[in-house]
């Protein structure tokens, strides 16, 4: 019991350097959170979107990975100039690290050929945190564990610039992104003994709107491939839409040595103007011997912005109602 205990500090530990190659957010609805992975996505839409996702990763691991992702974007025209703003802010916990990842966000647009391109740039902070105080040794267990100077028992943080970019083109029906986040890839130091290399990663993300003969129903194909050019890990989801309110698909999850890792299964749903969706990721790999899955909760808002040419808003007096 006592080697347990200490391989499971150690893991704590060193979670974060094994977790992830990069240090981007793998979730499984990505299509609705694109702007979290490039900014050149902001103002896309055309509308005020606002977003909140939850997941959480292997089910019944205790410590295991909880993700929060909070992002709003909008259009903003200056004379002809098409452009969008966004905010992104992602809180995650991993065993004993705790990250936080807050930018803002610009994207330029312009039309080109027969879709429009969009250049986007987002600038902000990325904070690392290690819950030192949190480590717990069993009583007994000094043999196993020495009091070592270098295991901090304190909690420990430090902040960095963080920032991102991307280009994207789009169409009506089809949209094609390339991101890089990190660029300053940052070593931020939580003390003389401890430190976190902040990984530059790049994404692929693409998707299209497929109209079936039957004019109720679309086909939406979509892919994520994220790298820091030493791992690859690439998502392909399937989803089909009924009368543009509810969905339903299927998604995969490959790793770079071509072996699937998860499979998912979505559904969702337009209810009074909020966009709600979920999704269960059930883990193919060795992991399925210790977790049932993850889950993933996701909902979003669009507000439109536009007002058709004419017309104007009309207030009456309460007076004569």
Known sequence: MKRIWFIIIIICTYAYEVRSQTDDALFSQYFMALNYYNPAYAGKSGELNAMALYRMQWLGVKNAPKSICVAADMP????????????????????????????????????????????????????????????????????????????????????????????????????????????????????????????????LT?????????????????????????????????RAVYNKMYNGGLGLRISDSGKLNSATLYIGALIKGFRVGYAFEFPTSAMNAASAGSHELAVTYHLKLDKKKGLKNKHKSIRIL
């Open 76 to 203: 903003w025209k200056y004379g002809k100039i098409q452009q969008g703003l966004g905010l992104v802010v992602m809180s995650e916990s991993i065993g004993l690290d705790q990250n936080l990842h807050v930018g803002a966000q610009y994207a330029y647009r312009r039309k080109l050929g027969k879709g429009t391109l969009s250049i986007g740039l987002q600038a902000g902070v990325i904070n690392k945190a290690f819950r030192g105080d949190s480590i717990y040794i069993p009583a007994g267990s000094e043999a196993v564990v020495p009091d070592d100077e270098a295991i901090t028992k304190s909690g420990l943080d430090a902040m960095g610039i963080d920032m991102s970019a991307g280009v994207m083109y789009y169409g009506d029906r089809y949209f094609v992104g390339i991101g890089s986040a990190h660029l300053l890839a940052p070593t931020l130091n939580l003390d003389e003994n401890m430190e976190r290399k902040i990984e530059r990663s790049y994404n």
């Open 206 to 238: 693409a998707g299209y709107n497929m109209q079936l003969k039957n004019t109720l129903f679309e086909l939406q194909p979509s892919v994520l491939v994220l790298t820091n050019l030493q791992m690859v890990s690439a998502d392909v989801t399937a």
